[in-house]
């Protein structure tokens, strides 16, 4: 399911109405521009390279796999042309390309199907996904956020989350799960749309951030 402008308006609705706070982010933010991408085997594959590097170098080593598989597209069957150690020459860790070839195969074998996969129950797409090496709880929240558009993952481990909900919630410390979900109660069942918002007012505080330093040499 893809998030259509009704969504967006409820959720904007909804969320000003039961949360002060965060009609007052929405109110700095502005619209929300929230897309969900199409390919979800790409998306898979994105999550995987850019685990714990930045995003400069999972985008080159993105471009760089491209390139490899070119002139195809990055699929199951082509990345499977392919052994471990010719993914490394893009610049994939052996690790990575480990889970890669996993996250291909099992679908290849029919053990993950993701074209079907969106008529599943929240938990249940979790138990799937995570049945492939090298994607966790965080990554299965993250598509379904934005590659099935479920408006309700709360992704209370996610540490941007936990830094935007202490900044505007004026805790004195990063909240623990329990208190993460408490505080996130008011959102449901919008708190994928909540979410984008904590992540965007830490972009926007960035940005400020950036703009004196700039301003100030």
Same mark, same amino acid.
């Given at each position: 399911?893809?998030?259509?402008?009704? %969504? =967006?308006?409820?959720?904007?609705? %909804?969320?000003?109405?039961?949360?002060?706070?965060?009609? !007052?982010?929405?109110?700095?933010?502005?619209?929300?521009?929230?897309?969900?991408?199409?390919?979800?085997?790409?998306?898979?594959?994105?999550?995987?390279?850019?685990?714990?590097?930045?995003?400069?170098?999972?985008? !080159?080593?993105?471009?760089?796999?491209?390139?490899?598989?070119?002139?195809?597209?990055?699929?199951?069957?082509?990345?499977?042309?392919?052994?471990?150690?010719?993914?490394?020459?893009?610049?994939?860790?052996?690790?990575?390309?480990?889970?890669?070839?996993?996250?291909?195969?099992?679908?290849?074998?029919?053990?993950?199907?993701?074209?079907?996969?969106?008529?599943?129950?929240?938990?249940?797409?979790?138990?799937?996904?995570?049945?492939?090496?090298?994607?966790?709880?965080?990554?299965?929240?993250?598509?379904?956020?934005?590659? =099935?558009?479920?408006?309700?993952?709360?992704?209370?481990?996610?540490?941007?989350?936990?830094?935007?909900?202490?900044?505007?919630?004026?805790?004195?410390?990063?909240?623990?799960?329990?208190?993460? %979900?408490?505080?996130?109660?008011?959102?449901?069942?919008?708190?994928?749309?909540?979410?984008?918002?904590?992540?965007?007012?830490?972009?926007?505080?960035?940005?400020?951030?950036?703009?004196?330093?700039?301003?100030?040499?």
């Amino acid at each position: 399911m893809a998030f259509t402008a009704a %969504h =967006l308006r409820a959720a904007r609705r %909804h969320l000003r109405k039961h949360d002060p706070i965060m009609r !007052s982010m929405i109110n700095q933010v502005g619209p929300c521009t929230v897309r969900c991408q199409r390919d979800r085997f790409q998306m898979l594959v994105r999550s995987i390279i850019s685990q714990q590097i930045s995003v400069g170098a999972a985008r !080159s080593i993105r471009n760089r796999l491209e390139q490899l598989v070119a002139p195809e597209r990055i699929t199951p069957e082509s990345l499977l042309k392919f052994k471990a150690s010719k993914l490394r020459s893009a610049g994939i860790s052996p690790q990575k390309a480990a889970y890669l070839l996993d996250l291909a195969n099992k679908i290849e074998q029919g053990t993950l199907v993701l074209r079907t996969i969106g008529r599943r129950a929240d938990e249940a797409v979790i138990k799937e996904l995570t049945q492939v090496k090298g994607i966790g709880h965080w990554t299965a929240q993250m598509f379904q956020m934005f590659a =099935l558009g479920r408006l309700d993952i709360f992704p209370a481990a996610d540490l941007g989350i936990r830094i935007a909900i202490r900044d505007h919630y004026d805790l004195a410390e990063l909240p623990d799960k329990k208190l993460s %979900h408490e505080i996130a109660a008011p959102w449901r069942p919008y708190a994928t749309i909540a979410s984008w918002y904590l992540w965007r007012s830490l972009d926007l505080q960035r940005q400020r951030k950036a703009g004196k330093t700039r301003s100030s040499t």
